[in-house]
């Protein structure tokens, strides 16, 4: 969000399903950030299939949490794939890449923490831009426009 970002949140358990979706990024992220940012609060997440489970959408409704109307398989306009690229590009960046599953996840926590706050807010203010060039071009596949941020 806007100035801020939670922790990154890795799943522990295997697969992420609808069970762990609202148990783990639901009920502790998103229903905490409603609460506090009150009706001006919309929620976007992608089209995977743990967020569109049935009890994803009643966990949802009765926080009265209204869900960003989004088009499927638009990883153009999602700013979260801009901030997964920039990860990967830290990661593969290091001078020793990590090895293991938790040299791994140490180095996603730290990267993630490194990650200029400005790119965040970027990439959210860029969502205007994004979605005129995509109505432009009729829905068709948009460049990701990467902002000019160092990293």
């Given at each position: 969000m806007l100035g801020s970002r939670t922790d990154l949140h890795i799943f522990d358990a295997g697969s992420v399903n609808g069970t762990h979706y609202c148990n783990e990024i639901l009920l502790p992220y998103v229903r905490l950030f409603r609460g506090a940012m009150g009706l001006q609060f919309l929620f976007m997440d992608d089209d995977a299939p743990c967020p569109r489970t049935v009890a994803?959408?009643?966990?949802?409704?009765?926080?009265?949490?209204?869900?960003?109307?989004?088009?499927?398989?638009?990883?153009?306009?999602?700013?979260?794939?801009?901030?997964?690229?920039?990860?990967?590009?830290?990661?593969?960046?290091?001078?020793?890449?990590?090895?293991?599953?938790?040299?791994?996840?140490?180095?996603?926590?730290?990267?993630?923490?490194?990650?200029?706050?400005?790119?965040?807010?970027?990439?959210?203010?860029?969502?205007?831009?994004?979605?005129?060039?995509?109505?432009?071009?009729?829905?068709?596949?948009i460049p990701y426009l990467r902002p000019d941020v160092s990293c």
């Open positions: 994803a959408e009643q966990l949802l409704e009765s926080g009265d949490i209204e869900r960003m109307d989004w088009p499927a398989r638009s990883p153009d306009l999602n700013p979260i794939e801009l901030l997964w690229d920039f990860l990967f590009r830290r990661l593969a960046a290091r001078t020793l890449p990590p090895v293991t599953i938790r040299e791994l996840r140490l180095a996603l926590q730290d990267e993630w923490a490194a990650m200029p706050q400005q790119l965040i807010d970027t990439l959210i203010f860029s969502m205007g831009r994004r979605c005129e060039t995509c109505l432009a071009v009729r829905g068709n596949h």
